[in-house]
């Protein structure tokens, strides 16, 4: 039985993947490092802001120390917020409609993302859903991002915490992860959880470790995601 959805924020909710990829080509490249769209993509797409520029200086044989990384991740993040205020949060089409869809269905909700905690929730107040979500975890709340799955056992022990009674609690097999990148869906399915591989950003074949998979958001009811995993648990 599902009680609980738990969505990636980039890629999943809101479509920005193209606009991180320039910000860190930006970043680096004022650093004199390069990042071409096919690496980020192959590469750097699952992890979160610290992994990405932790492993962009590896690639290269430079050293990167802790002060250095906390620059680079405030000043992308300046550059992110800069264009976020000329021209609001990009949300795929269908995203809004699923996760209010979801709400209305008393299932609980929660945002595992690799993203910075303030833009998820600037992300998620824009479109009034920030109080449909019981738990948000974000990049400061893990010390290993995806696909680690560190961020999805912290949530789900999270939303444990506000039902403490042994009959209430949420088991893996009862949430949904809703993800967009191979790293995405290895870090939910080692926490147990069942998956659901999106085609926004990878084809279905690179998404075929997913229990589910949809091409994209837009269009998909609640109604065929509860009957998409009923073929699963009969399989």
Do not use: W
Not at 9 to 35: C, M, P, Q, R, Y
Not at 169 to 181: C, F
């Amino acid at each position: 039985m599902l009680r609980a959805v738990f969505f990636d924020f980039n890629g999943i909710l809101v479509d920005d993947e193209a606009l991180h990829h320039e910000l860190f080509e930006k970043v680096l490249g004022e650093e004199g490092l390069t990042l071409s769209e096919s690496d980020y993509y192959e590469t750097y797409v699952g992890f979160d802001d610290s992994a990405a520029f932790t492993e962009a200086f590896s690639s290269v044989g430079r050293e990167l120390d802790s002060t250095l990384l906390v620059r680079l991740i405030a000043r992308k993040s300046t550059y992110y917020q800069e264009r976020i205020r000329s021209s609001g949060f990009p949300f795929f089409a269908g995203s809004i409609d699923l996760v209010k869809a979801v709400a209305g269905d008393s299932l609980a909700l929660a945002v595992v993302s690799g993203a910075l905690r303030h833009e998820i929730e600037d992300a998620l107040r824009q479109e009034d859903l920030r109080d449909l979500f019981k738990i948000v975890v974000a990049a400061e709340d893990v010390d290993s991002g995806k696909p680690d799955p560190e961020g999805y056992t912290k949530a789900l022990q999270d939303l444990n915490s506000t039902h403490p009674l042994a009959d209430r609690l949420y088991h893996p097999h009862e949430v949904l992860a809703v993800e967009d990148t191979p790293a995405g869906l290895e870090a939910a399915s080692s926490a147990g959880l069942v998956t659901l591989g999106v085609g926004h950003t990878f084809s279905r074949i690179e998404l075929s470790d997913a229990d589910i998979f949809v091409e994209a958001l837009d269009g998909l009811t609640l109604e065929e995601l509860h009957d998409e995993l009923a073929e699963v648990s009969r399989s």
